[in-house]
């Protein structure tokens, strides 16, 4: 064995050892409060994490729990109560009101299991298949719920609607008889639309109410529309009626993970006639439906449907017995300096967001290139922030729950791994005087210690004066110029929240610098800015991505010789497009599931809406595209400047993603591979559009390295 071999193999150990270091570091999946006594001294709190287990290839879920004292509304003290408890088995869990009680769906062996427990012992456990009312409980955050009623005699969930079973036209049988339920013939190959990446298989998701004492359950079919895929449901202050989202499906399904802009209305049932009411009105795309503690006022967030797929949305209130929409905070065209930019966030992903006061509400949000809490005032509309300021352990703050005023987040930075933070929310008009607490002794940060600096930029272009973008720069403290990775993120409607990233820390601590830009069109600078993208991608897009780059080389902060990018997604459409609109500037690049020809994606992706906007056309599913559509969406591609690209490129394809489909790699590779560029690609089985399956993540961290430290040698 050569020094060169030698060299590149210890480098490949230590990207491995790095790895498995990054990777035993868990995250927040979820946490909810359990109140105590009713002088609210004891509270438990309950966090559940989910971690990469290297050796089974599995991600592994577990829950904790702490102690929290409370007294004259302050945090007294905290401590961690027992160890970890692995709960890689439970889909879904939710603790009754009262605490008394939980609920837990758990898969077993393909085999969904409701369970109900007591502080003593498990009460009850139906299989649910072999009730036949459904079919699969859905555990994802796009339409899944799972909630008590208040009552506590009934958990509500959502599964997939149960089709007939489907035989073949020649299967024997003895005689013609008829049966229940007897099989459809010849039906077994019909097309069955789905919601695309993400919730593969899940074409008709209904309303399920599980009775505790009788163990039976009832589907709510008869009482939605057919045009109509429920989700995200909750019980109304009453018990008695359930308040649902409900996206429309006609003509046919768009994909709807990542997507908030879906045709959809809030609605109610009333359990005792079946009515189903639509709450809100036509035209929005609407969310997380939260109700205030006094059952007064329902929030929700909501925006025009259609558009690109991520943007501001306004906070909604549904006052309930008046039975009016309010709009609590409106979508913010412009934001300047530190200004409140609007909300942007996906979904809230948390039960509770209400204090105790029915008035305030916590939320968080995309806040430029950070993630902040927020708390807005119902009544006022004053909005205000609630995470801490200059903690560069806490840099991105996520509310997993708020009870009785007592608020549980979960914090994290790029050189800093989450960790849980608690405060008591205070008083109407002294939320500045608010003061967190650890709730573990220990912050999570990587050594050697990682520096990360938010830069603001003005676009080369000169679009306005008062408007900028932002990047983050992530680097092992006193590392002097080195070489850089330029990572920008996909979407294109999404943000770097200056969170904690395992590809990011990992690439820091291996010696190079990582950007992460938020070019124009990222979430939390204000409508303006995001709307200025769509029909400037491939130029306005590069344009800030570069600039930034430049911007880095001129000021010596990086190697001006060992400038590298990787992206996926809209950022594989982006590096792909850097190399070849700027062909002698980059040393290599890694595309992941990358966007090389908006027109041949047109008809293979699930969302083909997403194509049309982004290139600045008006999404038309009715008429057959013209080879003016099929021009103006080459013309943004990367595939427009391929024949121009020089630097060796790997490209990484999830064989399942239905988002962007593996031949949008394949066209490029192919092409590349024609011309002599130095090309490598990657399939990874089972894996869709994120490629985040444990073991294709980790092999496609160490390909990336190995494929930079291969080609990044100065000439």
Known sequence: MNDTTMQATSKVAEAVRVYRELAR????????????????????????WSQRDLETSKTIKFIRHHKITIADSRVRSVAPSGG??????????????????????RLVSDKQYLEIWTHTCKLKCVELQALDKHGKVYDDNTFGCFQWSPCERYVLYVAEKKTPKQESFFKRKDGEKAEPDAPVRGEEFVYQEDWGEGLVAKHRPVLCVFDVEEETVRVLTSSVSDDVSPGQAVWSPDGKGVVFVGWWHVPFRLGLIYCTNRRSALFHVDLDDSKCEQLTGDGLAVSSPRFSPDGSRLLYLQKKAGGPHNSCSQVAMYL??????????????????????????????YLQCWAADSKRVVLHTYWRSKMVLLVIN????????????????????????????LVISACSSPGTSQHLRCAVLPP?????????????DDVPTVTPPLDHQVIT????????????????????????????????HG???STYSSDFSLYTAGFSLLGFAVLLVNYRGSLGFGEDSLESLPGKVGSQDVSDVQHAVNILVETGQVNKDQLLVCGGSHGGFLVTHLIGQFPDMYKACVARNPVTNIASMLGSTDIPDWCSVEAGLVPDHATPPSPDVYSAMLTKSPMYHADEIKAPTMIMLGEVDRRVPPTQGKELYR?????????????????????????????????????????????
Request: aromatic share 8%; proline share 6%.
């Open 25 to 48: 570091r868990p995250s927040v999946a979820r946490g909810w409060i359990n109140i105590g006594t009713t002088e609210r001294k004891d509270v438990e709190v309950c966090t559940v």
């Open 378 to 405: 119902t009544d006022t509309r004053e909005v205000k922030k609630l995470s801490a300021e200059g903690d560069a352990a806490a840099a991105a703050w996520k509310l997993l729950d708020i009870r009785e005023d």
């Open 671 to 715: 092409l590349l591979k024609t011309r002599d560029v130095p090309v490598k690609l990657l399939v990874y089985p089972d894996n869709s559009h994120p490629i985040s399956k444990v073991d294709a993540e980790a092999d496609a961290f160490v390909n990336i390295y190995k494929w930079f430290v291969e080609h990044m040698a100065t000439e």
């Open 491 to 493: 979407g294109p409607h």
């Open 84 to 105: 970890p408890v692995d709960v890689s088995t439970c889909q879904l869990q939710q603790t009754s009101p009262s605490g008394n009680m939980a609920a837990v769906v």
């Open 320 to 349: 309930w017995k008046e039975k009016t929409v309010v709009v609590v905070t409106d979508v913010v065209r412009k934001a300047s300096g530190d200004s409140f930019p609007g909300l942007y966030i996906a979904e809230f992903g």
């Open 457 to 488: 930029f003005r676009p080369a272009d000169g679009w306005t004066e008062e408007e900028t973008y932002e990047a983050v720069l992530v680097r092992r403290q006193g590392v002097e110029s080195p070489p850089l990775i330029v990572l920008p």
């Open 428 to 440: 109407e008009g002294q939320e500045h005087l608010v003061t967190w607490e650890l709730l573990d």
